[in-house]
T-cell receptor, first 109, second 116 residues
Framework: GDSVTQMEGPVTLSEEAFLTINCTYT??????LFWYVQYPGEGLQLLLK?????DKGSNKGFEATYRKETTSFHLEKGSVQVSDSAVYFC????????FGAGTRLTVKP | KAGVTQTPRYLIKTRGQQVTLSCSPI?????VSWYQQTPGQGLQFLFE???????NKGNFPGRFSGRQFSNSRSEMNVSTLELGDSALYLC???????????????FGPGTRLTVL
């Protein structure tokens, strides 16, 4: 069945460092791809999404490109801030929503 | 616009009991999905409702059931509770205007269920 595999954490970075969280998927057809973020004490929020191949989703300085040839949707940010500390979930929607295990990011000043 | 609300926020039950959780979607949203989040299994899809009809169901036993009302509010029920049902249960709503999978799902804060 469909599945999402994302980079295991935790990930600890210094402020202004470059961030990459890898995400690959297995699915039939053409799923929609998402990154969700869960800040401490808060619910899940959509960070960005892409609904077809080569689409780039972007929000709050984060970007991810839907790569069908490599079945990937890696999350990147050029310069992280302390406020980006959260758990990040990669997800796909085909017939239902499938989530990755989540990657905890901690950004230190 | 009010967000997705879930009640109750916390619940403690004992094995064998049953429980009902409630979810009120964002006004105007007609699709409601339920998820179970546990440290071991992560986030798993339970079911999705649209216009009072179950569109899709995840791989959970029949003890897990749900329904949606005409005002789009949804409830999920778990019967004969087991220790392994302890989890955070999340509800998400979407407008479904663009079709499944393209609309943004907005999540509620969740109901934390503890089974003793």
């Amino acid at each position: 069945g469909d599945s999402v595999t994302q980079m295991e954490g935790p990930v600890t970075l210094s402020e202004e460092a470059f961030l990459t969280i890898n995400c690959t998927y297995t699915a039939t057809g053409y799923p929609s791809l998402f990154w969700y973020v869960q800040y401490p004490g808060e619910g899940l929020q959509l960070l960005l999404k892409a609904t077809k191949a080569d689409d780039k989703g972007s929000n709050k300085g984060f970007e991810a490109t839907y790569r069908k040839e490599t079945t990937s949707f890696h999350l990147e940010k050029g310069s992280v801030q302390v406020s980006d500390s959260a758990v990040y979930f990669c997800a796909l929607y085909n017939n239902d929503m499938r989530f990755g295990a989540g990657t905890r990011l901690t950004v230190k000043p | 616009k009010a967000g997705v609300t879930q009640t109750p926020r916390y619940l403690i039950k004992t094995r064998g009991q049953q429980v009902t959780l409630s979810c009120s979607p964002i006004s105007g949203h007609r699709s409601v999905s339920w998820y179970q989040q546990t440290p071991g299994q992560g986030l798993q899809f339970l079911f999705e409702y649209f216009s009072e009809t179950q569109r899709n169901k995840g791989n959970f036993p029949g003890r897990f059931s749900g329904r949606q009302f005409s005002n789009s509010r949804s409830e999920m029920n778990v019967s004969t509770l087991e220790l392994g049902d302890s989890a955070l249960y999340l509800c998400a709503s979407s407008s479904f205007l663009g079709g499944a999978g393209t609309d943004t799902q907005y999540f509620g804060p969740g109901t934390r269920l503890t089974v003793l």
